[in-house]
């Protein structure tokens, strides 16, 4: 079969189809376009999401930890604590893996959330590191947010802009795609520094929105796809409103990479009919956001390019990232 | 490195050395010997537990859903759901990706635990497949069990017997090692049916005991010194007190292997004060129990063989299984 996620078909037939059993202890449960599950613990829900991160040791960490969190940020919880599972090759050295160890603290210290278990192990059947963390977060039960609550007529609001983590993974690892732009590394850490969507996540969901994604695979295209469909409607993108870095606009120039299609963990696409105001409270707290669209009664998802050309978004957004990869 | 879980001293240099941050809502934290951690939601503590699979498609998600929802029950906790993270190699086939999905869907619904998400992938990062579940669970704060809380002079309770699930994946993949033994049907279906100790590990937290472990790599010895080690005490076990199951003693004599130190899951060790009333409490659900040891105030460990000769349990028992594997 083919590298990569299920596409949502196939999810839906291999995967969804045999899911059964729904507890009434669960608020939010297993769909496509919602990746976190929600149990209720009585005031508070616990908010649960898992992802695994493939590829080389640097950096591994870090984004793994990102990714879980944001995950559950997206719901609007609080990260608590997350579980680590990594599997490692034969070739593996101990200074390797005290490295992403660190890694893994360091990120999660800097969110204040514990590391809070999980299983090491060396196996011949990886071929490169995997990581596969689990975030645990809580929320008041009266706050939590799912994909699923978006209104037509919805503000949707972007934070900081596309394709910043897209960005960084061509930097860090193939600096050859592009080398008349020198990147640094205070550029490496402009980008490494805007990979959580925790503080937005928290602050939105406290401040009352209706639906929050963050912005992984099929970039920001990819979440305006999930969370329109989870909340059964449509909508329109606005491409001249979303913000590109500049060396997220290079690369784009130069490989011909749509960027509202690239991987942008650290960016939060949330529905809200409050947008102007909700705007202002984040440019408060020191995220850049703006309004790049707005939820529709229509089905249709519509995304409007800067010249004025208008595509339709389709369910399953193929990232960027991976094409550039699979070109190579 | 060797193929296999970190050593504890491994795993205490290179990972559990570098865990710096503890939450007050957090109040099991990761450390040698706690497969758990739980989180403090007010009356209720939420428990979770994370474990990888890696192996062939026949029983893998039956096998993954029961081990990581061994561990939240070994804490006492009942399984609420479980996410799955399944990384599979391309040469898996869509029949294969919908076999994995029902087995995980049966075994769990048999448990009452509902599939909360999770991710799959196809990735040529893996050879064969990986599947790593995390297990979430619930218990009221004032009954949760954890393996430190062991006192000298406890009784050693073990449910069920030992090298339940070495024995099953023995006759199920590897059946040419004991030719003369038929291993029909009914046999691997006991064997299977008995794999899980959420029952036991559910109703022993009400029953009120002072510790628990389930056992899994290593055996009842590799339990006894988990348990013991996290309680800071020692122990002694009594080889003849030890159930062994038929085929379990047939694989013992042809491959001399050391029932103790097999993989089985679907046996728990359990301290309490208690034990004869525990064990007729047990009785009383179905669930054979007998005492087959004792915790010391001596720290030392200790197995009494059939034969009275005695010997020193290490802190790290390497699983028989392993080892066969490895020789053949």
Known sequence: MRVGKLSPELLQELVLSHISVERDDVLVHAGLGEDCAVID???EVCIISSD??????????TLAVHVACNDVAACGGSPVGIQVVLLLPESITEEQIQEIMIDIQTTAAGLGVEVLGGHTEITSRVTECVVAVTAI??????????????????????????????T?????????????????????????????VVKEGVHAARFGVHAMHDVTEGGI??????LTSASGLGCEIWEEKVHLPDLT?????KLAIDPLKLLSSGAMLI????????VEELAGLGIPAFIIGRMTEDTTRRVVRRDGSSEEIPLFVQDELWRILAEK
């Open 249 to 253: 606009k290079a690369y784009a120039v």
């Open 52 to 61: 695994p991160i493939t590829g080389a040791v640097t950096g591994i960490g």
């Open 271 to 278: 529905a809200t009919d409050r947008g102007v105001e909700l």
């Open 41 to 43: 613990f009585g005031d």
């Open 137 to 166: 977060g809580r929320a008041p039960k009266a706050s939590f947010v799912t994909s699923s609550g978006g209104q037509p007529g919805d503000d949707l609001v972007l934070t900081k802009g596309a394709g910043i983590e897209g």
């Open 221 to 226: 295209l990819g979440a305006a796809a999930e």
């Open 168 to 196: 960084l993974i061509l930097a860090q690892d193939f600096p050859e795609l592009l080398p008349e732009f020198r990147v640094t590394p205070e550029v490496l850490d402009w980008f490494k520094g805007r990979l959580s």
